[in-house]
């Protein structure tokens, strides 16, 4: 491309948008690939462009859209589609709710070549259809086909991008405590379990209430699992006291336990394990006086069918810390981003 004065541009093809701002409007009042005439250099002096940038057919140089275009092509997604390109950029938008992933390192190598900046929504993130996913652009306007290729080269075989549906999962429900099998409190687990699952597409199966016997336990979790439930959630009796039996009873149910206790808070006593594809999640009590926990950000997770893994777990540490906000704006924070 080539800066000229806007006096000697009648005739020249315009390199890019131009962008004015008057009585409320904001848009473009030139388009790129207009053709600049006569009457058009009072317009452009009175929106104080006095230079513009022509195109100039030259090769190895590539114009911000067909750039943004071959950024997006590269890092194609399925369950969601770009739309642009927009003033240099090409955005992605989920076309179903689920799990973001972000390919963090490969993300940082493409912002490291020069002119190209892709920006994402945070990696383990929830959405919902039609949330921003990605932008992808350059900054100048051109830039050189080599930093495209490159780029292209780094996506040839990892991905950069993925958007985990969700998976419809059978659920039960398992509330453990002796006070309240016995009646002498109220249970209100099941009722802030199920609020929470109405965010995924889930069938409950139940919920049932257990003594603190470990036999008792294992035959409630052992009739969701015959019923076919592929997410357990047991409540009660997670911590260290003598008559918490949960993790126990999770472990005799022949479950390999990922992790039991967190480095994040609240929900510091958290179980993660899995009996084939079934998870079993021990849940600790604070997932009943506050709204947000761990719990609430392996949902999203335990919903796809990609495992939790230790890593998973131990990523925590770093932004795992709830602010315990007066008003929460979970998952738009920083709790769980792991």
Same mark, same amino acid.
């Given at each position: 491309?080539?800066?000229?004065?806007?006096?000697?541009?009648?005739?020249?093809?315009?390199?890019?948008?131009?962008?004015?701002?008057?009585?409320?409007?904001?848009?473009?009042?030139?388009?790129?690939?207009?053709?600049?005439?006569?009457?058009?250099?009072?317009?452009?002096?009175?929106?104080?462009?006095?230079?513009?940038?022509?195109?100039?057919?030259?090769?190895?140089?590539?114009?911000?859209?067909?750039?943004?275009?071959?950024? &997006?092509?590269?890092?194609?997604? *399925?369950? $969601?589609?770009?739309?642009?390109? /927009?003033? =240099?950029?090409? !955005?992605?938008?989920? @076309?179903?709710?689920?799990?973001?992933?972000?390919?963090?390192?490969?993300?940082?190598?493409?912002?490291?070549?020069?002119?190209?900046?892709?920006?994402?929504?945070?990696?383990?993130?929830?959405?919902?259809?039609?949330?921003?996913?990605?932008?992808?652009?350059?900054?100048?306007?051109?830039?050189?086909?080599?930093?495209?290729?490159?780029?292209?080269?780094?996506?040839?075989?990892?991905?950069?991008?993925?958007?985990?549906?969700?998976?419809?999962?059978?659920?039960?429900?398992?509330?453990?405590?002796?006070?309240?099998?016995?009646?002498?409190?109220?249970?209100?687990?099941?009722?802030?379990?199920?609020?929470?699952?109405?965010?995924?597409?889930?069938?409950?199966?139940?919920?049932?209430?257990?003594?603190?016997?470990?036999?008792?336990?294992?035959?409630? &979790?052992?009739?969701?699992?015959? *019923?076919? $439930?592929?997410?357990?959630?047991? /409540?009660? =009796?997670?911590? !260290?006291?003598?008559? @918490?039996?949960?993790?126990?009873?999770?472990?005799?149910?022949?479950?390999?336990?990922?992790?039991?206790?967190?480095?994040?808070?609240?929900?510091?006593?958290?179980?993660?394990?899995?009996?084939?594809?079934?998870?079993?999640?021990?849940?600790?009590?604070?997932?009943?006086?506050?709204?947000?926990?761990?719990?609430?950000?392996?949902?999203?997770?335990?919903?796809?069918?990609?495992?939790?893994?230790?890593?998973?777990?131990?990523?925590?540490?770093?932004?795992?810390?709830?602010?315990?906000?007066?008003?929460?704006?979970?998952?738009?924070?920083?709790?769980?981003?792991?």
């Amino acid at each position: 491309m080539k800066k000229i004065r806007v006096e000697d541009a009648v005739g020249q093809r315009l390199c890019h948008d131009i962008t004015a701002m008057r009585d409320g409007f904001k848009g473009a009042a030139f388009r790129r690939g207009h053709v600049i005439s006569k009457k058009d250099i009072e317009a452009l002096l009175a929106i104080g462009k006095k230079h513009i940038f022509i195109w100039e057919d030259k090769a190895g140089e590539i114009h911000e859209e067909e750039a943004a275009q071959r950024l &997006a092509a590269m890092a194609s997604l *399925q369950d $969601a589609h770009y739309e642009g390109p /927009s003033e =240099g950029k090409m !955005v992605l938008k989920a @076309d179903t709710s689920g799990m973001f992933r972000v390919n963090r390192r490969l993300l940082s190598e493409i912002n490291r070549i020069g002119d190209i900046t892709i920006t994402t929504l945070p990696d383990h993130y929830p959405v919902q259809k039609g949330d921003r996913l990605a932008s992808m652009r350059i900054i100048p306007l051109v830039t050189t086909e080599e930093q495209i290729e490159q780029a292209e080269k780094l996506c040839q075989n990892e991905n950069l991008l993925a958007l985990l549906p969700y998976k419809k999962k059978k659920v039960g429900i398992i509330i453990t405590g002796s006070e309240i099998y016995e009646g002498r409190i109220a249970d209100k687990f099941e009722m802030v379990a199920k609020k929470k699952l109405t965010a995924f597409p889930c069938e409950v199966l139940g919920a049932t209430i257990c003594d603190d016997r470990q036999e008792q336990i294992v035959e409630a &979790a052992q009739s969701y699992l015959n *019923q076919g $439930a592929e997410l357990l959630l047991f /409540s009660g =009796g997670m911590s !260290v006291d003598p008559d @918490d039996l949960t993790p126990a009873a999770i472990k005799a149910c022949g479950a390999e336990i990922i992790t039991y206790g967190v480095p994040s808070q609240p929900g510091n006593m958290t179980l993660v394990s899995y009996l084939g594809k079934a998870a079993l999640v021990g849940v600790p009590g604070a997932a009943i006086s506050l709204p947000v926990t761990v719990l609430d950000v392996l949902l999203p997770q335990l919903f796809t069918d990609v495992k939790i893994t230790k890593e998973d777990m131990l990523a925590l540490a770093e932004g795992g810390l709830c602010q315990l906000c007066e008003v929460c704006h979970f998952p738009n924070c920083t709790f769980g981003r792991y």
